[in-house]
């Protein structure tokens, strides 16, 4: 092995040339680098020694000259958080980006709640619809903070998400719970509460709620009394 000592580039290659293995602190250094070059990247793909060294691993995947083979052997090597890392980074080439967050999809059922939660933060677009689907409240809620996050997205969680805790969730949400379509999209969903629906209906104008009685969408209790609260709403 190499010594301790500031490597660089052309000095690490020739080490490895040679035959031998690099400092994982320095190797880290090196490919953190944002000179880092594609050289040095593809002939540490040969070595399987660094197959061993979790950070510089996924350092190497989020270098945009890494080989698809290499990354395909390396990527189930990887925790969660190393995964998340490479799904979000610019600099990885799309294809490995799309397979981090294809591992990153399988490995969410059997994550803790706070995995989920710090996930759910940062999630790249192509993991949205898999993390609303592990999703309770608290990781639903780190969601909904999400950048990528658009309104299309909470309307397709008010249209198929089954749990009321997490629907109320999004309607407590100081951006999403405030959209008219949200609001509306909430009350066909027949896991609202119906204290909850009632509330909402309460707040809709004539027209709105004409529309929701008209509707085959709301369960025959929320029908009648919506209908009930649209003919209180009529001028005498």
Do not use: Y
Not at 59 to 88: E, I, Q, Y
Not at 196 to 217: F, I, Q, T
């Amino acid at each position: 092995m190499v010594g301790e000592q500031a490597l660089t580039a052309a000095v690490a290659l020739a080490a490895l040339n040679d035959g031998r293995e690099l400092p994982e602190g320095e190797l880290l250094r090196l490919l953190r680098s944002p000179q880092c070059p594609a050289a040095l990247v593809e002939r540490l793909a040969g070595c399987r020694w660094v197959l061993r060294l979790r950070r510089p691993l996924a350092a190497m995947l989020r270098h945009p000259a890494c080989p698809r083979t290499f990354a395909w052997d390396a990527l189930p090597r990887l925790g969660w958080n190393d995964l998340l890392a490479v799904s979000r980074d610019p600099r990885a080439s799309p294809a490995v980006r799309k397979q981090a967050e294809r591992r990153l999809v399988e490995r969410l059922p059997k994550l803790s709640v706070g995995e989920r939660v710090t996930i759910a933060r940062t999630a790249p677009r192509g993991i949205l619809a898999a993390v609303v689907k592990c999703a309770e409240e608290r990781s639903l809620a780190a969601l909904l903070d999400n950048p990528q996050l658009t309104e299309v997205d909470a309307l397709r969680i008010m249209a198929t998400c089954e749990r009321p805790g997490c629907l109320v969730e999004v309607l407590h949400h100081r951006t999403w719970g405030v959209r008219s379509s949200v609001v509306r999209a909430a009350l066909r969903n027949r896991a609202l509460p119906l204290g909850v629906a009632l509330g909402l209906a309460a707040a809709l104008a004539p027209g709105e709620l004409r529309a929701l009685v008209e509707s085959d969408d709301l369960s025959a209790e929320l029908q009648g009394r919506v209908s009930e609260l649209l003919a209180r709403s009529r001028p005498n």
